[in-house]
């Protein structure tokens, strides 16, 4: 069995070098601005139009294996950019305006920090401790989502420790090592013991009901919020038969439903097959991960997919015969096919490749064309929507964020820019699965 696990290098490197930006000074007012719940229709945000002329007062919903709004099918073409819950104003204008700029319609970001002693901003400093100023920059984004017309999708807790993470809880009350990147047996109890997942329900609680100070809106009352993921990329390795984390899933995706029904449910997780019988690393049980089943739970509103072939061995260099983008197509339509079985919708929300002649991508050129045939089987294959990893733009001083993963896509704001015909296939994609709407 190819039991090569998620390479740790991005979560590593965008934990570490990233944290130095985390550090800018928060821009605007950390005044909590009381306003109107949407129920009394107050508040900017909360129906009608906004400043751009789009309105933004429906929630998308999930019916019949679709994703629906307004009575039509909603398609979209999406991107992630993780860092916005730490950022600076202007660093969250510059790439939400991007990604408006580029016709995307759905932000994947992170909101979670948790764990005090690091140099990010954290959320969550403590246990049932929140820090309010600190949700300055997450309120800013959730507003400056709603005025371009954009949808966020929020997870509440990172598998890995960046940020704090499932591994924070389990520090917290068991004083335990991390082990994220090695067995996962410390960082598994994150499920299992009463005090974790209690800390997590209340963090849970306190996010989405909270109200955001520039809207004057709940997170859960603002439609900018498409949905909220229990986790980014659960596992549960010590446990392969899927049960911990399923069980896990199904008693916190009820939870977090009743807190938010009006809003989508997703779990997050990668789309790991856990079948006890197969060879190939993503189909097979080493992460304890059951994708039908976790899709499968009433309070889970779609299935999500990610599609890393070269962090997972799945390169013509590890397995001959394989190459990352034939790999990645496959796993795409495989996700489809039994998302339409299961009467889900499916959203591959994360998605990338490396330039690494090595491991198949030689240069720029071969890249587009993976991630063509990708976009191209979402498009085809009857995908809710898709979104790559991931959007940057500019940093304080006018430059450019760094290319910390070797993933990074920015909008063709520089002539110098050498991601511009990779934006560029995007943001026509993008239009494509927009005009699929019906």
């Not at 390169?315 to 197509?329: I, M, V």
């Amino acid at each position: 069995m190819n039991d090569q696990p998620r390479a740790t290098s991005r979560r590593h490197l965008l934990g570490a070098a990233a944290l130095g930006l985390a550090a800018t000074p928060l821009l605007g007012s950390t005044a909590f601005a009381a306003g109107q719940d949407a129920q009394g229709g107050g508040g900017q945000g909360g129906g009608g139009q906004d400043g751009s002329g789009r309105g933004r007062g429906a929630f998308v919903t999930a019916r019949g294996g679709e994703l629906r709004l307004d009575g039509r099918t909603f398609r979209f073409g999406g991107t992630n950019c993780y860092y916005l819950h730490q950022q600076s104003h202007y660093m969250i204008d510059a790439v939400l305006n991007d990604a408006a700029a580029m016709g995307l319609t759905v932000v994947r970001a992170w909101a979670f920090a948790d764990g005090s002693g690091h140099s990010y901003r954290a959320l969550q400093p403590e246990p049932f401790r929140y820090d309010e100023a600190a949700f300055d920059s997450l309120d800013y984004a959730v507003q400056k989502a709603g005025q371009l017309g954009l949808r966020l999708v929020l997870p509440l807790v990172n598998n890995w420790p960046d940020y704090g993470g499932m591994q924070q809880y389990v520090s917290w009350f068991l004083g335990l090592a991390d082990d994220s990147y090695g067995d996962g047996t410390h960082h598994d109890k994150f499920y299992t013991d009463a005090d974790c997942r209690k800390a997590y329900r209340a963090w849970a609680k306190h996010v989405i009901q909270r109200r955001n100070r520039y809207t004057g809106l709940r997170y859960a009352d603002d439609p900018t919020v498409m949905a909220w993921e229990l986790a980014n990329e659960p596992r549960c390795r010590s446990d392969k038969s899927g049960a911990t984390l399923l069980g896990w899933a199904r008693e916190m995706s009820a939870y977090v439903k009743s807190l938010a029904p009006r809003q989508l449910l997703a779990v997050g997780d990668e789309g790991f097959y856990g079948r006890a019988d197969e060879a190939d690393y993503p189909y097979s049980n080493y992460e304890g991960n059951d994708w039908l089943k976790l899709t499968a739970l009433p309070a889970v509103d779609y299935g999500t997919v990610h599609v890393y072939p070269q962090n997972w061995g799945e390169t013509s260099g590890n397995k001959p015969g394989t190459d990352a983008t034939g790999w990645g197509t496959r796993w795409i339509t495989d996700h489809l096919a039994d998302g339409r079985k299961l009467g889900k919708p499916v959203v591959i929300e994360e998605f990338g490749l490396q330039i690494d002649a090595a491991r198949d991508i030689a240069d720029t050129t071969a890249r587009d064309a993976a991630y063509r045939a990708w976009t191209g089987a979402a498009l085809a294959s009857g995908a809710a929507g898709d979104q790559f990893w991931l959007l940057t733009s500019r940093v304080d001083d006018g430059s450019f964020y760094p290319d910390y993963d070797g993933h990074r896509v920015m909008w063709n704001n520089d002539p110098a820019n050498p991601t511009r015909t990779t934006a560029e296939l995007f943001a026509a994609h993008a239009a494509a699965m927009t005009a699929a709407t019906h």
